[in-house]
């Protein structure tokens, strides 16, 4: 990144802060002010909404242009020559986009990085095409050279994007070679504290930082899915490999598979719990959820409806005696934790429930089932949480 | 820990920016040590009520014949009845204006008691049909509920769902008179959407206007646009498409105007995108050749992207 790019995002991190904090009533107008101006932010940046369009008509824009040019190109080298022209276009053009013309968080610059990195693999990927013996050889060199890609990308921009493509691409390469599994688990490990450590630092920039955590959720997911029962029995990450070079795991490390599945997220949520890190709270909750209905995979000694509202309500249960527990202590705190919002966007929040509301508990204007000619009367279809209770 | 803010609360602090008494709390905060666990309780809340509702669908489906009828609704009953127990417990008194949050699982636990209430009335309706050939009323009677419910209650969530459960009473009673009539009517469901479109809008303007509940306008007047550009959306496929992709335009035009008037940059982007989505049909429809095609959408979304960053000149959505 740009020193000018990393101390713009360096004081965009703050004046966000200072906003919530305003927001929050924690501060005044005119502090708000005094913040914004000791921290100025020189990068043109856009609002969520408008970030989004922009990317969206961005990539629209970019692949059908890019679809006039293939249109253009007569045979499989000339294509590939002109993804890879067109990649090298887009770099200079993501250049131009976060160096003079100072975009950041605009939706046109994650487009143009990201396209580049994606034209840049289909180029290559059409031109060793023709070289290789099989697709089975193009695939490890594809998933290399994106995450190499993707990395310099993310370190050059400093976009989380990438930087979940690049872990991604890192552990799918892994997956390819014979002990993928192994690998998974020996390359989490080993990333994991590192990437705590970096997506801390203040030697980086927030941009970078983001970028690390995403890796960060990537590896422990990586590294959850490695030791998943589900995984080790239906061979899911052998899968990947060339068939053959990666032998399925054997029955004698199965119970250490079962103790993972269990305690790995625990071990997460503990850590989390234990060092105040809200984000991997959520992936140790989320790891959680994946355990139990892995278990349910395996034990049936109750009915799916009563696993469902009995976890609903153990859930409901939790949530209440935790919200009075912490309420509870000294300042409304314990440990560290508090219930209460703090600085969060009140608004935001309130939107993605309603829109979460809508779309998983809003009833399904259907006709009722098995309705036979003359019409009976009865039914209907309550569809709360998803479920089809048609009666 | 945000290292950068935590630097700058210091900085601000030793230049008397920020008073000591708040840079210390601001401090603790970017420092980690002090960390908010309530957007995780609401979200583990929100689970919970999702998965007591499924699991309760499935109970009712799965269990109808063998558990019999008394014991389903007594069940049933006694979960509406302590959820709404719990709720009348925290609930503020009543208020036309905002009321503030007294726990952070109230809008869950009312949300779950009203939804457990559809549930025992749809029961009722299946096993009992008191509503006889009118049973598509029943979703209006829920829809009423819910509506009461959220008034009551001061619950935005509860309100999204009385609008979208009226929305799907229309589209039930559409589906009967299609049946009814022996005719394929797609139409009618675009009717009865934009109307509720048009009544949801009217009533946004309403709440607004009235100074009642103003603060479930928006709730109202997004679901209503979407209804009536959904609608006229859906149309494009139709007999006279270029004619309902002018409707689409023109409707495009009034959203996105309002939006800019009213600095809400949600209405500029359903205003935005159903407006490309209305030229795009255009010239679709138009049967033009498909380099100019390729064209179109190779150069018009880069104007739109220059056009959003002169939009986001006049009006600054905050970052």
Known sequence: MREEAKRADRHREVRTAARAWRRAGAIDQATLAAIEAAYPDDRARLGPVF?????????????????????ATHGRYEFGVACLFFAVALVAATEVLTGPLKRADSGIETATALLSVVWALVGMGVLLESTLDSERELLPLLLGAGALLAGAGSVRWGSPVLAAVASASIFLLLGQSPGGRALWVLVALLAVPLLIRGGESAAFPPSHRRSLQVGLVLAITALYLATNLVSWDRHWLESLAVPGASPAPGPALRPLAVVLTALVPLLVLAFAVATCRVLLVDVGVLLGVASLVTLRAYVHLVPVWAVLAGSGAAALVAVLGLRRWLASGAGGERGGFTAEPLFEDAGRRRSAEMVGALVTL????????????????????????GATGEF | MNADVADAVRALERAGTLPSEKARLFSRVARREL??????????????VLLVTTGVGLLVRQNLERIGPLAIASVLALAVLGCFAWVARQAPPFTWGESASTHLAFDYILLLGALLTAALLAWVEAKFT??????????????????????????????SLALSTFAAWRGVSASRLHHALWTASPDLVRVNAAACGLLFLALGALLAARRRKAHFEPVATH???LLL???????LGARAG??????????????????VRQRRFSLIAFGVLSGYVALSALLVLSDAAAGLLFWWFSLTPLGVVALLFVGHRMLQEPS
């Not at chain 2, 960390?35 to 609401?42: F, G």
């Not at chain 2, 270029?242 to 939006?259: D, E, P, Y």
């Open chain 2, 35 to 48: 960390v908010s666990a309530h957007a995780e309780l609401r979200l583990v809340a929100y689970a919970g």
């Open chain 2, 223 to 225: 679901l209503g646009w």
């Open chain 1, 362 to 385: 809003g009833p399904q204007p259907a006709a009722r089932p098995a309705e036979a000619p003359g019409m009976r009367p009865g039914g209907g279809q309550y569809g709360g949480g």
């Open chain 2, 242 to 259: 270029s004619l309902w992709a002018l409707v689409l335009l023109a409707l495009a035009g009034v959203v996105a105007a309002l939006g």
């Open chain 2, 229 to 235: 550009l959904g609608a006229a959306a859906s149309a």
């Open chain 2, 130 to 159: 008191p509503l006889g050939d009118a049973w598509p009323w029943h979703l209006l009677l829920v829809a009423l509920l819910y509506g009461l419910l959220a008034l009551r209650y001061d619950s935005r969530v509860v309100f």
């Open chain 1, 51 to 71: 970030r989004t369009l922009a990317f969206v008509f961005g990539v629209l824009a970019l692949d059908a242009f890019f679809g006039v040019i293939a249109l």
